[in-house]
């Protein structure tokens, strides 16, 4: 008997019921800074999905996730910062006055035209990884070494928002003083709207990727996962394949970035931070790699339980959340979704074997020969 976690239809449906829970939160909750909390927590949960994608499907320890975050985000709050400006009176931002800048930089000039800066923050970054990745996986880069290299491009590109203050107003980071602005309407960070936004980009992107990796691409990707020089001998471009997972989950993260940005109104150098992408990676562990659902959980329960802990321990937080990473990397590998999956197939062999006594005791009694 097939346990009922293995079952698509199943699996279709706890998709459903999961985003449809999400979208009648706002209608019980009232606080809207609870409303804007929650926002936060599914723009995270973008951001275990995307590692969930390039790890737990594509095999793939990719620990510059924060790239992708960093860079749409920098670009979302760009826009915003020029959407605030007056092409007249006050066409440079503060911080670059302060920083003896006497004309705006020319890497901010698209950045007037709203839909210009939205797509430049969007296409950056999956351009990069594209680039990134083939550079990488061309030259059969793998296992740790994949590790070692994106923490080190997440370095660099970290201590160039920090350093670039003229241009990124470094460490203090860009404050947009006004929502987004969409045409001539305001999104309000606090309102329903907000939230309901970041969840509909959430659910879409899990829906299609689980789409996508139930289809032939999706096989091979995990063959390629499960064992590369099997599928290179078998015809397939294993590079190919690592690339395109690789760039989709920096695509996901570029989402997660302008979102991000769109909830909070701020953006600084602590975006491309290596410990914030360490924690991607421990959101995906404890909900479950191999699980997109199972990630995004893992993202909600380590962010809220760090939200009502955090002010009470304050970096104690971070010795439990290490604590918590190598219990689930101990003793459950596949992280909660896996401890379901256990506890779903153990149910199913019980009803099988119980069937088949069933069975077996309904049958006649054989004649003695």
């Known amino acids: 008997m097939t346990s009922l976690y293995h079952n698509r239809t199943a699996q279709w449906i706890a998709y459903a019921v999961f985003f449809l829970m999400l979208a009648c939160l706002p209608l019980f909750v009232t606080n809207s800074f609870t409303i804007n909390l929650f926002a936060r927590f599914a723009v995270l949960g973008m951001l275990a999905l995307s590692v969930s994608v390039v790890w737990g499907y594509g095999g793939i320890l990719s620990l510059g996730q924060g790239i992708a975050f960093g860079l749409a985000a920098y670009g979302m709050g760009m826009t915003m910062q020029m959407q605030s400006q007056d092409p007249v ?21 698209p950045f007037w035209h709203t839909p210009t800066g939205l797509a430049l923050s969007l296409l950056a970054p999956a351009l990069f990884f594209l680039v990134f990745g083939a550079l990488m996986f061309q030259a059969r880069v793998v296992g740790v070494f994949v590790a070692i290299m994106t923490v080190a491009m997440l370095s660099a590109w970290y201590s160039m928002a920090f350093d670039m203050q003229p241009y990124t107003a470094g460490f203090n980071g860009i404050s947009p003083p006004a929502p987004l602005q969409l045409g001539e309407h305001s999104v309000d960070p606090y309102s329903r709207e907000a939230y309901w936004i970041v969840l509909a980009f959430l659910a879409a992107l899990t829906l299609g990727l689980k789409l996508l990796l139930q289809t032939r691409f999706g096989l091979i990707v995990q063959a390629v996962r499960d064992d590369p020089e099997r599928a290179r001998f078998l015809g397939y471009s294993v590079a190919a394949y690592q690339v395109t997972i690789f760039t989709l989950s920096g695509i996901v993260a570029a989402v997660a970035g302008i979102l991000w940005v769109m909830v909070v109104q701020y953006v600084s150098p602590t975006a491309l931070e290596v410990p914030f992408s360490v924690s991607m990676v421990i959101w995906a562990a404890v909900g479950g790699r191999m699980s997109l659902l199972g990630a995004i959980i893992g993202a909600f329960f380590v962010n809220g339980v760090q939200s009502f802990l955090g002010d009470e321990l304050l970096y104690g937080f971070l010795l439990v959340l ?35 006594k069933t069975a077996a005791s309904a049958r006649p009694a054989q004649e003695p020969g």
């Open 322 to 356: 290490g604590g918590l990473f190598i219990v689930i990397v101990r003793f459950f590998p596949n992280g909660l979704a896996g401890l379901l999956e256990l506890i779903l197939d153990r149910i199913a062999q019980r009803r099988s074997g119980m069937t088949g």
């Open 89 to 109: 009176n006050a066409p440079i931002p503060s911080f670059m006055l302060t920083n003896e800048l006497t004309e705006l930089p020319a890497l901010w000039a």
